[in-house]
């Protein structure tokens, strides 16, 4: 039933005379995604092999558009093939999808993964069998116990640089490196346009261009870093475009162009971050301690605030985002101060040398954490 494959990624402990659990992880769709997108898979199951220790599945599909870090393939992941073991086992076998995600962690008021898993078991504990499948539900709140476990494998770090502004550029070409490529795409489409809950999509080269122009006339040192992280080369006249407008300010420009563990462990190692508006752009915020931008357009309004997630079914009135709109509409909150993501462009009431000098952030503002943020900031 099982192939044994052996892998040189993340190892796992297993006691292969006393296995309790089977955890079988899936992938975004029929073939493996980027790593901003299956970073959720690979934590979701290794947070549950933590808790409930067992053996790791993981389907038997080869890559397409992408080719996931040997750093993010378990060594001794079994393959499975999906109909086979749903005949062999489905009278033990419990499937965690997104709606049995959020309604056990409504109920426990807890979005953590681990958290989840056993409070699902308990309530089932003669399931051994566990197909972990609610993918990007729960967002970074539910993988947020394995941070420091995703910045050691992407051998990430912070610090050691002068200060550095870091965009990152998805742009629809074919593409050989960047995601570790042979003659495939970046899986994407290109847009002019920006809307709420369109990810993945070429973000428009203009908000670039508004969020450079906005930082030359707010930035008063001129030893500052500008990196463009991308996987669109020098001769690109998007490329060509932004460091022509770096330089005539008089700032210095570095262009990346690597695979994915190479162009994250860029753009964390920032102080401010101008992303795409993609999952991997998410991730490198997430791991990082920079202030970052967001396109005011990208964002959910709802009863006066902003969000990236509002628009989802499960965040409008008992998810995160609806909670976090709760407890920020009883704090008074009268400076930028309490932000690392500013919507972009900010309004006249938003001090951004307040912004970019102070440290201390309030998590239930923070847009990546599905934090909400005032419409009039």
Known sequence: MFRFEYNKGLQVKVNKNSIQYHHYGVYMGRHSAGLGNEVFNFSKVKIANDELPGAIYFPRYKPQFHRLPNEFVFKGTRLYKLKIFRAKISRKLITVDENYYFQTAQKIGNWGYGEVIKEIIK????????LHKSKMAGGYLAISSIKNLIFSLTQCKYGGHQFCVTIHIRGAVIKKRFYGLISKGDGMKSKESIGYGSFNLETPIQFYQESLNFLFKNLESKNIMFKIVSNLDSNDPRIKLLESEVKKNNFNFLLVNGDQLECLREIVNSDIIIPSISSFSMLAIFLSKAKYFWPRQNLYMHDNFMSIWG????????????????????????????????????????????????????????LIYYGVVPDNF
């Open 311 to 366: 628009y989802e079914k499960y965040q409008q009135n008992v998810g995160p985002t609806a909670i976090n709109q709760i407890t920020a509409s009883k704090v008074k909150i009268n400076s930028s101060q309490t932000y690392r993501g500013m919507p972009f462009p900010p309004t006249d009431k938003f001090d951004t040398l307040v912004w970019l000098t102070r440290k201390d952030h309030l998590q239930f503002l923070d």
């Open 123 to 130: 309530l089932n504990p003669s399931k051994q069998h566990i």
